[in-house]
């Protein structure tokens, strides 16, 4: 192997960029040389490749966002985009490609191997943390702290005007967000969609709460939620109960900002192992970190396992 070729993919999240320097790094360690690929899958149809070396990666472990820049790519979906993208790699003399990513990048990745014999690692980064195989995504971490702060703020205006609130975080179809969050800002109910939603039963225990003259409550709600979104659930509520409130949709400030320790230190471990995997021909995988533990998977094992929720952490959130 001599060169690599690395891509940011799917939607952004905090400490992609560690995850690039890390990659880089270690590959131009190894005796690699390393090219970037712009925009995600999109960079490496249109063959917009740029050269990486060290100094590129200077100053960026601290910086939200990506580089690379990334896209979610409707014609790597198709064969003819893929075949295109192997002919630009091959043209390119890449002889392996890091995708830093969610389960749907790992899916194209997984599809580049199989067509075109393209050698690949992935490297799980998506806020959600809704992959299989590591106990933690990139990019999870601070955006669980971005929503903790903005909730600790509305929890100041709604004691302040003995409110409801309701608060949309992302994670598109799973909780972790939420169920984090809501523990960590000691919401009075978390609704996310692993487990059955009941609004009657929170209605009832919001007016218990308020005739015990607990007079401000925050629900936290995950996107994908089968009660609906934010303001459908405030509808809803308002009808079973009377009870009034303000909605708030966090959105995508989740994705931005600088990435805490924890996920600066993860993305730069995985970024190292991903070099290492591919080194050791250990392709198609993923890296993840389980236990404190670097380690790796076969590729398809990230989608097609589905990663549960901390039993633990339930219970906290329904008890405490
Ligand atoms: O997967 C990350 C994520 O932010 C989800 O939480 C959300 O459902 C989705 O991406 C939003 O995607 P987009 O930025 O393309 O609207």
Same mark, same amino acid.
């Given at each position: 192997?001599?060169?690599?070729?690395?891509?940011?993919?799917?939607?952004?999240?905090?400490?992609?960029?560690?995850?690039?320097?890390?990659?880089?790094?270690?590959?131009?360690?190894?005796?690699?040389?390393?090219?970037?690929?712009?925009?995600?899958?999109? %960079?490496?149809? +249109?063959?917009?490749?740029?050269?990486?070396?060290?100094? &590129?990666?200077?100053?960026?472990?601290?910086?939200?966002?990506?580089?690379?820049?990334?896209?979610?790519? #409707?014609?790597?979906?198709?064969?003819?985009?893929?075949?295109?993208?192997?002919?630009?790699?091959?043209?390119?003399?890449?002889?392996?490609?890091?995708?830093?990513?969610?389960?749907?990048? $790992?899916?194209?990745?997984?599809?580049?191997?199989?067509?075109?014999?393209?050698?690949?690692?992935?490297? #799980?980064?998506?806020?959600?943390?809704?992959? /299989?195989?590591?106990?933690?995504?990139?990019?999870? +971490?601070?955006?669980?702290?971005?929503?903790?702060?903005?909730?600790?703020?509305?929890?100041?205006?709604?004691?302040?005007? +003995?409110?409801? $609130?309701?608060?949309?975080?992302?994670?598109?179809?799973?909780?972790?967000?939420?169920?984090?969050?809501?523990?960590?800002?000691?919401?009075?109910?978390?609704?996310?969609?692993?487990?059955?939603?009941?609004?009657?039963?929170?209605? &009832?225990?919001?007016?218990?709460?308020?005739?015990?003259?607990?007079?401000?409550?925050?629900?936290?709600?995950?996107?994908? +939620?089968?009660?609906?979104?934010? $303001?459908?659930?405030?509808?809803?509520? $308002?009808?079973?109960?009377?009870?009034?409130?303000?909605?708030?949709?966090?959105?995508?400030?989740?994705?931005?900002?600088? #990435?805490?320790?924890?996920?600066?230190?993860?993305?730069?471990?995985?970024? /190292?192992?991903?070099?290492?995997?591919?080194?050791? %021909?250990? /392709?198609?995988?993923?890296?993840?970190?389980?236990?404190?533990?670097?380690?790796?998977?076969?590729?398809?094992?990230?989608?097609?396992?589905?990663?549960?929720?901390?039993?633990?952490?339930?219970?906290?959130?329904?008890?405490?």
């Amino acid at each position: 192997m001599e060169r690599i070729a690395v891509l940011t993919s799917g939607g952004d999240s905090p400490g992609m960029n560690a995850c690039i320097r890390a990659t880089v790094r270690r590959a131009l360690g190894r005796g690699l040389s390393v090219l970037g690929a712009k925009k995600g899958y999109e %960079g490496l149809i +249109d063959d917009e490749f740029t050269a990486m070396s060290s100094s &590129d990666v200077s100053n960026i472990i601290q910086r939200g966002g990506t580089i690379l820049h990334t896209a979610r790519s #409707p014609r790597f979906l198709e064969a003819e985009g893929r075949a295109r993208a192997a002919e630009n790699l091959r043209n390119r003399s890449v002889d392996g490609l890091v995708v830093i990513g969610g389960d749907g990048s $790992f899916r194209g990745a997984s599809d580049l191997f199989n067509e075109h014999s393209i050698p690949v690692v992935g490297v #799980p980064a998506t806020i959600d943390n809704d992959i /299989w195989g590591s106990d933690l995504t990139i990019g999870y +971490d601070t955006a669980v702290n971005t929503a903790l702060e903005a909730v600790d703020k509305i929890r100041d205006t709604a004691a302040a005007h +003995d409110r409801l $609130f309701i608060i949309e975080v992302m994670g598109r179809s799973a909780g972790f967000i939420a169920l984090e969050v809501g523990i960590g800002t000691g919401a009075e109910a978390v609704l996310i969609p692993e487990t059955r939603t009941d609004l009657q039963a929170v209605c &009832d225990k919001i007016q218990g709460r308020i005739r015990r003259g607990r007079t401000s409550n925050i629900l936290i709600v995950a996107e994908g +939620d089968e009660a609906g979104n934010a $303001f459908e659930i405030a509808a809803k509520i $308002f009808d079973l109960s009377g009870l009034k409130s303000r909605v708030t949709v966090l959105g995508h400030v989740q994705r931005g900002g600088s #990435p805490t320790t924890a996920d600066r230190v993860l993305a730069s471990k995985l970024g /190292w192992a991903a070099v290492e995997a591919l080194m050791d %021909g250990a /392709w198609p995988c993923m890296v993840g970190e389980v236990d404190n533990t670097v380690v790796r998977h076969p590729l398809a094992d990230s989608w097609t396992n589905r990663k549960a929720l901390d039993p633990l952490l339930l219970t906290l959130s329904d008890n405490l």
